[in-house]
C-alpha cells in the first residue's frame, strides 16, 4: 500500500522559504514511469499543481511559479522535497504531495495516491 506523507513547518514568515517534505512507503520514488507531485489548494481556490520530480530525477514546474520552485528528491530516504523561495501571504494553502503516471493535472482523479496535507500559513 503506496502512502505518501507531508512535513514542515506550518507558519512561514513573508519572503522566507516554504520548505516541505513528502516521506513515501510502500514504492520506491524511484519506480518506473511514476511521477511525485506537489499540489496546493488556497483557501477558497481550486487545486493548483506546483511541480513534479520524474522516476528518473527530472523536475517539472508549474511556469509562473518555476522561478521560486525547486524540487528535488533523497533516494535513501525515499523523500521528495518542495521548496518555495520568496513567499507572500499568497501563498498560503494546504499542499500535498501526490504520485501518479502522470503531472501537471489538478484532478483528483489523476493522481493514485494523495498524502493527507499540510496547511502552510505565510504571515509575519
Known amino acids: 500500500q503506496v502512502q505518501l506523507q507531508e512535513s514542515g513547518p506550518g507558519l512561514v514568515k513573508p519572503s522566507q522559504t516554504l520548505s516541505l517534505i513528502c516521506t513515501v512507503s510502500g514504492a520506491s520514488i524511484r519506480s518506473a514511469a511514476r511521477y511525485w507531485n506537489w499540489i496546493r489548494q488556497p483557501p477558497g481556490k481550486e487545486l493548483e499543481w506546483l511541480g513534479a520530480?520524474?522516476?528518473?530525477?527530472?523536475?517539472y514546474y508549474r511556469p509562473a511559479l518555476s522561478s521560486r520552485t525547486s524540487i528535488s528528491r533523497d533516494t535513501s530516504k525515499n523523500q521528495f522535497t518542495l521548496r518555495l523561495n520568496s513567499v507572500t501571504p499568497e501563498d498560503t494553502a494546504v499542499y500535498y504531495c501526490?504520485?501518479?503516471?502522470?503531472?501537471?493535472?489538478?484532478?483528483?482523479?489523476?493522481?493514485?495516491?494523495w498524502g493527507q496535507g499540510t496547511q502552510v500559513t505565510v504571515s509575519s
Open positions: 520530480i520524474g522516476y528518473l530525477g527530472s523536475t
Open positions: 501526490a504520485s501518479g503516471r502522470s503531472y501537471g493535472g489538478t484532478a483528483r482523479s489523476e493522481y493514485e495516491h
